[in-house]
Antibody, heavy 114, light 111 residues
């Protein structure tokens, strides 16, 4: 069974940094999607199995997605955090050949506040 | 303001049919990019219902279907059941934004 498990969410001050991790059961296209309280889904970033990376305009230049070569761990490095980055961050496995997410983690909460 | 527009809410009685629309533009749905659909029950994670415009994962019942035409897409649920209550999101890719885009979500209420 394919699984993805997020970790690393925390309370951080504005301007601070945080690294989220996603432990997957294999090397897949991995998405990060966030959801602020009471709001809809917002795509954040994607790393394909090819290594190509993509970012939403709202996080471009501040967030960086990466993966480890030796094990299926994926990371989202978040810098220059702002209060509007506050959300639950979900990691998800992509559907092969489609820009869709077939397996979602439980999410990890990030709060940016002083 | 979401790039993909969905109605805020729809409702139907048990056993009825409901349709949820998703309207985009020439830079996303109308540009030939696939549409995908998710269901999110409150306090749970999203669940993929449809990918590639009309393909259902094996665990999704066949009373759930979807289609795409022009700059819009639709999700249809027939034989409505109480377990169908939740928020439904459409998703596509936008060539101008060069990234994934979601609709704002539609709350489905089973009366």
């Amino acid at each position: 069974e394919v699984q993805v498990v997020e970790s690393g969410g925390d309370l951080v001050q504005p301007g601070g940094s945080l690294r989220l991790s996603c432990a997957a059961s294999g090397f897949y296209d991995i998405y990060w999607v966030r959801q602020a309280a009471g709001k809809g889904l917002e795509w954040v970033s994607l790393i394909e199995t090819s290594g190509d990376t993509y970012y939403a305009n709202s996080v471009k230049g501040r967030f960086s997605i990466s993966r480890e070569n030796s094990r299926p761990y994926f990371h989202l490095q978040m810098n220059s955090l702002r209060p509007d980055d506050t959300a639950v961050y979900f990691c998800g496995k992509g559907v092969s050949g489609h820009w869709a997410i077939e397996t979602w983690g439980q999410g990890t909460p990030v709060t940016v506040s002083s | 303001q979401s790039v993909l527009t969905q109605p805020q809410s729809v409702s139907g009685a048990p056993g009825q049919r409901v349709t949820i629309s998703c309207t985009g533009s020439s830079s996303n749905i109308g540009g030939g990019y696939d549409v995908h659909w998710y269901q999110q029950i409150p306090e749970t994670t999203p669940k993929l219902l449809i990918y590639g415009n009309s393909h259902r994962p094996s665990e999704v019942p066949d009373r759930i279907s979807a289609s795409k035409s022009g700059t819009s897409a639709s999700l249809v649920i027939t034989g409505l059941q109480s377990e169908d209550e939740g928020i439904y999101y459409c998703q596509s890719y936008d060539g101008s934004l060069r990234g994934v885009v979601f609709g704002g979500g539609t709350k489905l209420t089973v009366l």
